[in-house]
């Protein structure tokens, strides 16, 4: 028995645990593989096509030049520098509100506001297609966890209501939310969450990370499209997907950006960003200012693929669901086979059975491509005989 439990808790056990696990995975087809970009971009986040900008990439390398590589500390010690306290202020002059705090990672911004804000005691209302980011801040913090169906307002209503009805988790109640759902290319109704929060005194926290730069009059966000700025407790924006370069803003009053200094152990304990990342922002909000049409064209692009594929809906991120695991990773590699980077999406990342391409558009795409990546998606589909089923 004794020799048994040796034996478990060995490296040796635990090499063979780990061998295992892979052996599931891989019998699941729901094993990774690391691959470089290659062929046509249809699947990164670039949606503006900005990471490849002549103007950020100088403005980062003059910052290296002038920074060097590495912040050399965390931000309340040696790590800060005028260009973060800079871009905060441009990021929330774009945000109109009136503070903002940049992270190195949306990952880590997510789980700063979530584990900052929420208390024991308090409830964390959360779409059940939210981001896993999202997921682990409320796990991570002591909060209560109520996993509401994906974009139901009146689901959200009935929870919010029975909890003040039955008077359990006095404490603020948080309603959390991705406003373009990463996964399904879908749009939550933030006008309705607006109004349930102020009718139930919740706190409306909104992860912008697939909006930002692309919707709104001045590209802000889905936020500012949907007229509810007033409405937000925070948002999150993430900084490496159309902005081009890499971190998260979380953009909020006065006193939560504060707080969030003062209180946000993930703010607090980790190295700051490398100031050129900084730098590089700061070009790119110049950017968006200068060139609306980037967006424009992207949401050009994006409707006419979608029109072209039959698919509603007009946002950039286009979900083609395949269900099973194998199936995805075949439809994906025949497109890969014809020079189309399209990767397959399997869970955990989306739910089980709902394995997916998750096609992006991004601005720089031409119509003739899209219809090229149509055509040999029709015949991957045919190929390999499947029933494309969308969500969006
Ligand atoms: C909705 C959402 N939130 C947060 C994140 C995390 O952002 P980052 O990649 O900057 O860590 C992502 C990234 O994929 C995301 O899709």
Do not use: W
Not at 25 to 44: F, K, Q
Not at 60 to 83: D, W, Y
Not at 202 to 230: C, P
């Amino acid at each position: 028995m004794a020799a048994d439990k040796a034996l478990a808790s060995s490296p040796g056990s635990l090499d063979a645990r780990l061998t295992q696990r892979l052996k599931d995975l891989r019998a699941a087809d729901l094993y990774r593989s690391l691959s470089a970009p290659h062929g046509i971009d249809l699947c990164s986040n670039d949606y503006l096509g900005l990471s490849q900008h002549p103007t950020l990439k100088s403005r980062m390398a003059a910052a290296v030049e002038a920074e060097g590589t590495g912040s050399t500390g965390s931000r309340l010690l040696r790590g800060e520098r005028t260009c973060f306290s800079h871009v905060e202020q441009s990021f929330a002059a774009f945000k109109q509100t009136e503070r903002s705090l940049y992270f190195s990672s949306g990952y880590l911004a997510n789980v700063a506001v979530l584990t900052t804000f929420a208390e024991a005691g308090d409830v964390i209302f959360s779409d059940e297609l939210n981001h896993a980011s999202l997921i682990d801040g409320a796990r991570l913090s002591r909060a209560e966890k109520v996993v509401f169906p994906h974009n139901d307002a009146a689901a959200l209503e009935r929870l919010l209501a029975e909890h003040e009805r039955t008077g359990q988790s006095p404490g603020q109640r948080f309603v959390v939310v991705e406003s373009l759902f990463s996964m399904d290319g879908d749009e939550a109704p933030l006008v309705d969450y607006a109004a349930l929060c102020q009718k139930h005194g919740a706190a409306l926290i909104v992860d912008e990370a697939h909006a930002v730069g692309i919707y709104g009059e001045r590209g802000s966000g889905l936020i500012e499209a949907r007229g509810i700025t007033n409405d937000v407790f925070v948002s999150i924006n993430t900084a490496g997907k159309a902005l081009g370069v890499a971190g998260a803003f979380v953009a909020g009053s006065e006193n939560a950006i504060e707080y969030l200094i003062q209180r946000g152990r993930p703010f607090i304990f980790s190295t700051a960003p490398p100031p050129a990342t900084a730098a590089a922002l700061e070009a790119s909000l110049e950017v968006m200012e200068k060139a609306p049409e980037r967006r424009l064209r992207l949401l050009t692009r994006a409707g006419q693929l979608r029109a072209r594929l039959g698919l509603p809906g007009n946002s950039q991120i286009i979900p083609v669901i395949l269900g099973d695991n194998e199936r995805a990773l075949i439809v994906a590699k025949a497109l890969q086979a014809e020079g189309f980077d399209v990767r397959a999406i399997r869970p955990p990342t989306v739910p089980a059975g709902t394995a997916r391409l998750r096609i992006t558009v991004n601005q720089g795409l031409s119509k003739i491509a899209l219809d090229r990546f149509a055509d040999a998606l029709d015949a991957a589909m045919l190929d390999h005989a499947v029933k494309a089923d969308t969500r969006s």
